[in-house]
């Protein structure tokens, strides 16, 4: 059993650390469902592309984002396909660009649900993808350039370990 002054001092120094700047919540975290319509509209799009019938594709446009909001977007199915923070107004390299997710994650996944891949963006740019197989284990991440969005490096995995890397030149 501990001492009555081990677990004041374990509650005094887990205090310290919350109040601090670097460890204190500076953003504003939101749970959003993508079925709830005072935080989205629906809008249902006839998608045609060559090659293939057109289909009807559902999309979601958030309604009244909060700044600086760090959110975690929901589907209908209750599976995480969007998290990162909304930013209304962003300046990346001296150029402003207007509200959207510009350090964002989106997942997609599989008809039976499983996780398929998990797209990274930084600064509004295309970092990583994600590869998912057969009981979520990773296959493969590419990686691409930060100036360019071109594909640099392909890691392949095998049982989560590294089996190959493939280097692009660009």
Same mark, same amino acid.
């Given at each position: 059993m501990h001492s009555n002054s081990f677990i004041k001092t374990i509650l005094l120094l887990l205090f310290f650390i919350g109040s601090h700047p670097s460890f204190s919540q500076t953003k504003d975290t939101l749970i959003v469902f993508q079925n709830d319509p005072l935080v989205f509209e629906k809008l249902e799009l006839m998608s045609h592309r060559p090659c293939s019938k057109p289909r009807l594709e559902i999309h979601y446009k958030l309604i009244k984002p909060k700044n600086n909001t760090y959110y975690f977007i929901y589907n209908t199915n209750n599976q995480l396909v969007k998290e990162g923070t909304y930013t209304a107004k962003y300046s990346h390299e001296g150029i402003d660009y207007n509200g959207a997710f510009y350090d964002v994650n989106y997942y997609f996944y599989r008809k039976n649900g499983n996780l398929k891949t998990v797209h990274t963006q930084k600064n509004g740019r !295309? !970092? &990583? &993808? #994600? @590869? %998912?197989?057969? !009981?979520?284990? *990773?296959?493969?991440? /590419? %990686? @691409?350039? #930060?100036? /360019?969005?071109? *594909? =640099?490096?392909? =890691?392949i995995y095998k049982k989560n370990k590294i089996t190959e890397q493939i280097e692009y030149d660009n």
């Open positions: !295309n !970092n &990583t &993808t #994600e @590869f %998912y197989g057969r !009981n979520n284990r *990773l296959k493969m991440i /590419s %990686y @691409f350039d #930060e100036k /360019s969005g071109n *594909l =640099v490096k392909d =890691v």
